[in-house]
């Protein structure tokens, strides 16, 4: 049986974790330390602020000799980087893992492989599963909302991946699991129940998102790989990343691309904007700060840049993107 991340969630208050800071390097975003100092009584033995994915600096802090005397454990506390900086180094160190999402941002806590930037790109160690994951409610309700609802954005791929996943099926040959992909899409359909709930990212909604999350990793174990969650939409975005050099707030820039795609698959890309806007995802601002410019570079680039990678077959595949037909999607999504 491949390991469920839901039995190792503990919807419980951090302060449990008190006794166990002792002989633990804390891996922090610095916000997620300043809210969470309040609930936490112990100190850490050491503390190490997350800053960047990129594999240099994860190599810097792992042989760096004094963070780990006396160290037993690993523990995660933050949003994203954070957690990936704490899989990393568990997965390293070979030691015991305890991941705090201090908002919901992505699935990265679920997840049994850490994500490392080499050379600009997105890489996967391998496989890091946490003892514990928390979460604690009051502590994610402390992040700004639009971080929690945007953290929706790697469910409404489902949406994209599944329409990838099966033009891959009948264009390569692809293994598909019909009853996999059925259980991903109702996924979307009890998100779309809760959506009231992720925007006011209630304790329900803070439930609901992690048990989302958990369920979808599950499948994407069960299938074998990330089509159950991860197709163009992704391609698009590690396009656009590569391109620009940046790295964009996941779940937001997931949605922007999962919404594009869907229009450019012809695949009811007004129901997934329906679903993103009753969740209150923030990709109208992402849209902006990345710049239409830069986002249809990187959609005409994006069957190139897959192609290079070696990633899965999608509909990006089937034929060059025009620049037209780019402009239409973003057209769209802006309209
Ligand atoms: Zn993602």
Redesign the pocket.
């Known amino acids: 049986m491949p390991f469920h991340p839901l039995s190792v969630v503990r919807f419980a208050p951090i302060d449990a974790l008190n006794p166990l800071l002792d002989d633990a390097l804390l891996v922090v975003d610095p916000q997620a330390w300043f809210a969470a100092r309040t609930r936490l009584a112990a100190n850490p033995r050491s503390l190490v602020r997350a800053e960047s994915l990129d594999e240099a600096v994860l190599q810097s802090i792992e042989h760096a000799p004094d963070a780990w005397a006396g160290i037993k454990r690993v523990i995660g506390l933050g949003g994203g980087t954070a957690i990936d900086t704490a899989k990393y180094l568990a997965w390293r160190k070979s030691l015991p893992l305890i991941l705090i999402p201090s908002a919901l941002t992505?699935?990265a806590p679920f997840t049994d492989s850490a994500a490392v930037r080499r050379a600009g790109r997105i890489h996967y160690t391998g496989r890091v599963f946490p003892d514990a994951i928390y979460v604690d409610a009051a502590l994610v309700q402390t992040a700004p909302a639009p971080l929690n609802r945007g953290g929706v954005?790697?469910l409404l791929?489902i949406h994209t991946a599944l329409h990838d996943w099966q033009l891959a099926h009948e264009r390569t040959g692809e293994p598909y699991d019909a009853a996999i992909a059925e259980q991903s899409a109702a996924l979307l359909e009890r998100l779309r129940q809760h959506a009231p709930d992720i925007y006011a990212v209630n304790e329900t909604g803070v439930r609901v998102l992690t048990e989302l999350f958990c369920e979808e990793v599950y499948l994407c174990y069960q299938a074998g790989s990330s089509r159950p969650e991860?197709g163009s939409e992704?391609h698009i975005l590690y396009t656009l990343e590569h391109q620009t050099g940046r790295a964009y707030l996941?779940g937001a820039a997931?949605t922007l691309c999962a919404l594009i795609a869907a229009y450019l698959q012809r695949n009811r890309p007004d129901d997934l904007r329906a679903l993103a806007d009753a969740c209150g995802v923030e990709y109208r601002a992402l849209l902006n700060e990345v710049g239409a410019e830069a986002l249809l570079h990187a959609l005409v680039a994006a069957r190139e840049y897959a192609l290079e990678e070696q990633l899965p077959y999608t509909f990006l595949m089937e034929t060059p993107l025009t620049p037209q037909a780019a402009r239409g999607a973003l057209e769209w999504v802006q309209s």
Do not use: A, C, F, L
């Open positions: 992505v699935d954005g790697d791929s991860e992704h996941h997931v």
